[in-house]
């Protein structure tokens, strides 16, 4: 197929090790049609060895190892007009000087929210059967409990500290079960909390009555390390915390401390600080910790969704249509 004459020209700047599977034969094939292939995908070293390669870019496509789109970055792209990540996050390539030039940039934070939230929707439901509790007391005692007394999903309560794009995704998910939701988020407004059907409450009064809480929350200088031991000893017997956000939300020695104290309590940690965690760290050796590697995010197969949605926004960009994951710049501070 023929790419019109007005085509963008397009440059694909990644790491090499998860390009293939965010950037699948089929998605690159999509994207050539669309645009103009500014020579073949580099990564971020090669494009600082040389930086002519980006003169006469128009769409910068990227994802993992994506470059820092700053002052010097972008006089070296004097065309570029849009930026199209398949990844979450675009906090860490975002400068002042990028958003000056009100170039818009698209995330796909919706496509990565969804593994997320299928991760999070299967703990949520062990974590209601209490089954990693009743799992490690199994294997201590070498006895099957009688009758285990657990809340299960009927008429439980489930807590989530953020609305975001996962945090809706997860309220979706349980909305099939006939369970009560709880959120906290300070930015979420009441009708926002309505079309979630969930139920807004202060975060002590969340940790305080779920059975489950699940963390969702982005990583800002007021919300690092505020799940502490206050909250932690405030859970009801038996509970789980979800980490699927960010490690540091955790203040991870007194969540040491007071799972140490309450073997009761179970923490699923899919994220630490640092990761993975120092080598001495209790988490690896507390029975009631269960960490895991970033098993929640896209891998594999899962990443090509990621892909595909900066091939559909590209599709759109080049009808001059408007772009559906473009970041506000407003709210960007605000975002994970």
Same mark, same amino acid.
């Not at 796909?108 to 703990?123: D, I, R």
């Not at 990583?219 to 502490?228: A, K, V």
């Not at 197969?301 to 990621?306: D, P, Q």
């Given at each position: 197929?023929?790419?019109?004459? =007005? /085509?963008?020209?397009?440059?694909?700047?990644?790491?090499?090790?998860?390009?293939?599977?965010?950037?699948?034969?089929?998605?690159?094939?999509?994207?050539?049609?669309?645009?103009?292939?500014?020579?073949?995908?580099?990564?971020?070293?090669?494009?600082?060895?040389?930086?002519?390669?980006?003169?006469?870019?128009?769409?910068?496509?990227?994802?993992?190892?994506?470059?820092?789109?700053?002052?010097?970055?972008?006089?070296?792209?004097?065309?570029?007009?849009?930026?199209?990540?398949?990844?979450?996050?675009?906090?860490?390539?975002?400068?002042?000087?990028?958003?000056?030039?009100?170039?818009?940039?698209?995330?796909?934070?919706?496509?990565?929210?969804?593994?997320?939230?299928?991760?999070?929707?299967?703990?949520?439901?062990?974590?209601?059967?209490? /089954?990693?509790?009743?799992?490690?007391?199994? /294997?201590?005692?070498?006895?099957?409990?009688?009758?285990?007394?657990?809340?299960?999903?009927?008429?439980?309560?489930?807590?989530?500290?953020?609305?975001?794009?996962?945090?809706?995704?997860?309220?979706?998910?349980?909305?099939?079960?006939?369970?009560?939701?709880?959120?906290?988020?300070?930015?979420?407004?009441?009708?926002?909390?309505?079309?979630?059907?969930?139920? #807004?409450?202060?975060?002590?009064?969340?940790?305080?009555?779920?059975?489950?809480?699940?963390?969702?929350?982005?990583?800002?200088?007021?919300?690092?390390?505020?799940?502490?031991?206050?909250?932690?000893?405030?859970?009801?017997?038996?509970? =789980?915390?979800?980490?699927?956000?960010?490690?540091?939300?955790?203040?991870?020695?007194?969540?040491?401390?007071?799972?140490?104290?309450?073997?009761?309590?179970?923490?699923?940690?899919?994220?630490?600080?640092?990761?993975?965690?120092?080598?001495?760290?209790?988490?690896?050796?507390?029975?009631?910790?269960? #960490? =895991?590697?970033?098993?929640?995010?896209?891998?594999?197969?899962?990443?090509?969704?990621?892909?595909?949605?900066?091939?559909?926004?590209?599709?759109?960009?080049?009808?001059?249509?408007?772009?559906?994951?473009?970041?506000?710049?407003?709210?960007?501070?605000?975002?994970?």
């Amino acid at each position: 197929m023929n790419e019109p004459a =007005t /085509a963008p020209t397009a440059l694909l700047v990644m790491e090499e090790e998860r390009r293939a599977d965010v950037y699948p034969p089929e998605v690159l094939a999509g994207i050539g049609r669309l645009a103009h292939w500014q020579g073949p995908p580099r990564t971020r070293q090669q494009i600082d060895a040389d930086p002519e390669a980006l003169r006469d870019v128009d769409i910068l496509l990227t994802g993992w190892g994506a470059p820092v789109l700053d002052t010097a970055f972008l006089s070296r792209a004097p065309r570029l007009r849009a930026v199209l990540v398949a990844a979450g996050s675009v906090r860490h390539l975002t400068t002042p000087a990028f958003w000056e030039r009100g170039i818009p940039i698209v995330s796909a934070a919706s496509a990565n929210a969804v593994p997320v939230a299928e991760f999070t929707l299967a703990q949520v439901l062990l974590g209601l059967k209490q /089954a990693h509790r009743i799992a490690r007391e199994v /294997a201590s005692s070498r006895r099957f409990p009688h009758n285990p007394d657990v809340p299960g999903a009927y008429r439980s309560r489930v807590g989530l500290l953020g609305l975001g794009h996962i945090g809706r995704l997860v309220a979706a998910h349980l909305s099939r079960f006939d369970v009560e939701v709880l959120a906290t988020d300070p930015v979420a407004s009441p009708e926002a909390a309505r079309q979630a059907g969930v139920r #807004l409450v202060p975060v002590e009064e969340l940790f305080a009555t779920c059975h489950v809480v699940s963390l969702h929350a982005p990583l800002l200088p007021e919300t690092r390390g505020t799940i502490g031991a206050r909250l932690l000893d405030s859970m009801r017997p038996g509970a =789980t915390l979800i980490n699927t956000a960010r490690g540091a939300l955790v203040d991870e020695p007194a969540a040491a401390r007071t799972l140490l104290a309450r073997p009761d309590l179970t923490a699923v940690l899919d994220v630490t600080h640092p990761e993975p965690p120092a080598h001495d760290s209790p988490l690896f050796t507390l029975p009631n910790v269960v #960490l =895991t590697p970033h098993l929640g995010g896209a891998l594999g197969a899962e990443r090509r969704r990621l892909g595909q949605l900066v091939l559909d926004e590209l599709h759109r960009f080049t009808q001059d249509r408007p772009l559906r994951h473009a970041i506000d710049p407003a709210h960007a501070a605000s975002l994970a």
